[in-house]
């Protein structure tokens, strides 16, 4: 089974066909990763092809559709949502503070630091906010980098010291996350923070503007987070 929507013809599909399996399910799907002509061959490698609505959507929305396709049944789900309110923070974030995420696990999508240092240097001079920086344990010389351009910011280099729960719960107290396209990005929408989304223009693919919707005024300042309103 193959449920991907932006089929690509050298790998999911080719390992479908590889598999030769009795029956092989795929997405009718769209031609972002794929030119039509390779697509027309690779839709033979499956038994059955699930139908799509047209259009762009969410890519939630767009699996979701998938798998009620398959089960002929709707699926009462809805977007994933998650409370990290309860998450204590560290001792060092005393005062409102923005994230920034400076890493991505592929090269492409990564911005270069000394935006991000310029980033930290207009949220603190700005609007007076403390900068979190945050990433996997592979990304602290990013961090480091970000860090040797923005001396004199108060900057609070969390890089590979938090689980993705850890990270949900400073994400859900910060004013704001400003990030590469990254998990980080997932997990602030998760938390009703808003996002500055910065894309290279590397992988676009598939990308979609997600529904307005209506985002929390100020955030309170809870270092232990034990008064977070629910959302």
Avoid at 55 to 73: D, I, M, P, S, W
Avoid at 76 to 82: D, K, L, W
Avoid at 100 to 124: D, I, M, N, Q, Y
């Amino acid at each position: 089974m193959q449920p991907a929507f932006s089929r690509e013809f050298y790998f999911g599909d080719a390992i479908v066909r590889a598999t030769g399996a009795v029956e092989r399910i795929g997405s009718s799907g769209g031609t972002s990763n794929i030119p039509l002509w390779q697509k027309r061959i690779s839709d033979g490698y499956y038994t059955h092809l699930l139908p799509t609505s047209p259009g762009v959507t969410f890519e939630f929305l767009r699996n979701k559709e998938f798998f009620e396709a398959l089960l002929g049944q709707l699926l009462p789900i809805t977007c994933p949502s998650f409370d990290g309110g309860s998450v204590p923070l560290p001792e060092e974030i005393d005062r409102p503070y923005a994230v920034v995420f400076p890493g991505a696990s592929v090269p492409a999508k990564r911005w270069r630091p000394e935006g991000f240092a310029e980033v930290t240097r207009h949220l603190a001079s700005r609007y007076g906010l403390a900068v979190v920086l945050a990433g996997a344990p592979a990304e602290r010389i990013l961090a480091a980098r970000v860090r040797e351009l923005a001396p004199g910011i108060d900057l609070v280099d969390m890089s590979g010291r938090t689980s993705l729960a850890q990270l949900a719960g400073y994400l859900s107290r910060a004013r704001l996350l400003v990030s590469n396209d990254t998990v980080a990005v997932h997990l602030a929408v998760s938390v009703g923070t808003p996002v500055v989304y910065l894309l290279t223009g590397a992988i676009t693919a598939g990308l979609v503007r997600i529904r307005p919707r209506s985002l929390p005024g100020p955030k309170p300042f809870t270092p232990q987070g034990s008064n977070m309103p629910s959302r």
